[in-house]
């Protein structure tokens, strides 16, 4: 049912219009105003479908009302009827231009006015079927975008949330060195957060160093590199440690195919760095070793090789008569021979033995208390031939009462017998060696064994204590021999007696070699008082 709105000063002019809107259709709902300025605020409460505006007072004429009526939303369209005298087609022409939709002279035609008005309301169903067509299509293109900001929000929480799980730093960045995307994992290794990085300067985030090598970086990729991939970037974090990352740089293009940002993904590999490198030193340790070990059975064949000779030729050369008519004085030297050779190699088995036995684990040891001091003057004594065939002079000193030491006396010996023996080789002719015994610094036990040879250099401790090294020297000026198990096996048996070596050596100064036997390690005995 179609509103209608008729405005007019004059009662019965305005009686005369509301009988012409009545008999447009069979039921028309129509309401009179002798003042615009009601219509207008009446209109904008319930919108009419037509307006009939005839004469009106001079303070808000017809043209006004028109503007007026215009500038209400809902009536932006509605149809309007100026009602004009004929012959005042200024008037006419001024309605038009505010915005009516038809003019018609007054006294008005009935038939006319109905066709009139009839076309109008029929046009103005029409824009309203359109409006209301328009306005269900606004709202439902408005929750089909809200449905799309909700999903692409949704969308990139869930990208968000699975880029943050990612255990490498993830960021993108524009021409112009600021960051547009960083994820948890580096806002959390640079202390911040990730929103908090949005917009920021990569110099202010990452530091004046580091951001200036990214932003070179950045500024070759957006050069036409398109991509930087696998290089290594060392990174202190905040704790000052040097991190190795392995980054991947690459082009985010527009649908102009123009580089407009770059994405970094930054994977932290110091882990496997300290692998390879741990893997590394493994592979040239056992190398070393493989070699060492292969030098010293080679050395080992050679020494065994040495009294086995003497042995089986002597032996050969009695029970064959190649040495001439037995002659028992000749014969009783040469057994000597080969019981010194057999001795030697007893010598060099025993090591070898103890050396696996040390190394296995499986090396007993039998405590008990001994004299320190008495099983070095034993060792001195046995070292005597040794020593003057070498044409070195033995020399012992010893300060103050020291209490019997709980080890094994025997092994003790074999230390001390291994110390002094290699303290003779080493020392030239005419040398000394000074075996010294007595309380160390912290009311142990000390034997002192220095030589007065060439030494040992610092860099080459290592190999001369490794339990299957040997330094090597000069063949002609150092004929030393022997396979060097001597120190190594020193040092491993006073390990299972609870005791330790030291050695103190400069090149071309001779070395010292220390046996401490700690505090806990000596014989406690209560002294009685009478």
């Known amino acids: 049912m179609p509103f209608v709105v008729v405005i007019d000063d004059r009662p019965a002019k305005r009686r005369q219009y509301l009988e012409l809107a009545a008999s447009i259709e069979a039921d028309v709902n129509i309401e009179g105003f002798a003042n615009p300025q009601a219509a207008i605020e009446a209109s904008a409460d319930i919108p009419p479908d037509l307006v009939v505006i005839g004469r009106t007072p001079p303070a808000l004429n017809g043209i006004r009302a028109i503007r007026r009526f215009r500038r209400i939303p809902e009536c932006g369209d509605v149809p309007v009827i100026v009602l004009v005298e004929p012959e005042d087609r200024r008037q006419r022409f001024q309605a038009l231009e505010a915005g009516a939709s038809d003019v018609l002279a007054d006294p008005v035609d009935q038939g006319e006015f109905h066709l009139r008005a009839r076309n109008l309301l029929a046009a103005w169903v029409r824009v309203k079927k359109i409006q209301m067509r328009a306005d269900l299509l606004e709202r439902s293109l408005a929750a089909k975008e809200r449905r799309y900001r909700r999903d692409l929000q949704a969308t990139r929480n869930s990208l ?194 103890d050396i696996a036995s040390i190394e296995a684990g499986g090396l007993d040891v039998l405590e008990g208390e001994t004299d320190a001091a008495s099983v070095v003057m034993h060792t001195v004594a046995s070292l005597k031939d040794l020593a003057a065939q070498a044409r070195v002079t033995v020399h012992v000193e010893r300060s103050g009462s020291l209490l019997p030491v709980k080890t094994d006396e025997e092994r003790f010996g074999q230390i001390l017998k291994n110390l002094m023996s290699n303290a ?107």
């Not at 015994?437 to 080459?460: F, L, R, Y």
């Open 160 to 353: 968000r949330g699975i880029v943050d799980t990612v255990p490498a730093m993830v960021s993108v960045s524009d021409r112009d060195g600021n960051y547009v995307f960083v994820n948890q994992y580096m806002a959390s290794f640079y202390d911040k957060g990730p929103e908090e990085t949005m917009g920021m300067p990569i110099v202010e985030v990452l530091g004046k160093s580091q951001g200036e090598r990214e932003i070179a970086a950045n500024r070759e990729v957006f050069s036409g590199a398109g991509t930087l991939s696998g290089y290594e970037e060392d990174i202190t974090d905040l704790h000052g440690m040097a991190r190795t990352f392995l980054s991947t740089k690459s082009a985010l293009r527009d649908d102009a195919n123009r580089i407009v940002n770059i994405i970094t993904v930054s994977q932290d590999i110091t882990f496997r760095k300290w692998v390879e490198a741990e893997l590394r030193e493994a592979k040239n340790a056992a190398e070393a070793a493989s070699k060492v070990k292969t030098e010293f059975l080679a050395n080992v064949s050679h020494e065994l090789r040495t009294p086995l000779n003497a042995i089986i030729g002597f032996s050969e050369g009695m029970s064959g008569d190649l040495f001439g008519e037995p002659s028992l004085d000749r014969y009783r030297d040469y057994a000597g021979h080969i019981s010194e050779s057999a001795r030697h190699l007893k010598a060099i088995i025993d090591d070898i033995l």
């Open 424 to 530: 003779v080789k080493f020392s030239p002719e005419g040398g000394k060696v000074r075996v010294e015994i007595g309380e160390s610094p912290d009311g142990g036990v000390c034997i002192k064994v220095q030589d007065s040879g060439a030494g040992i250099a610092t860099e080459d401790l290592p190999l001369a204590t490794d339990r299957f090294g040997q330094l090597v020297g000069d063949p002609m000026s150092d004929p030393i021999g022997g396979m060097g198990l001597g120190l190594p096996l020193s040092i491993g048996l006073a390990e299972l007696l609870g005791a330790s070596v030291e050695i103190d050596s400069q090149k071309g100064k001779g070395t010292t070699v220390s046996l401490i036997f700690p505090p806990e390690q000596l014989a406690r005995r209560s002294r009685m008082t009478g």
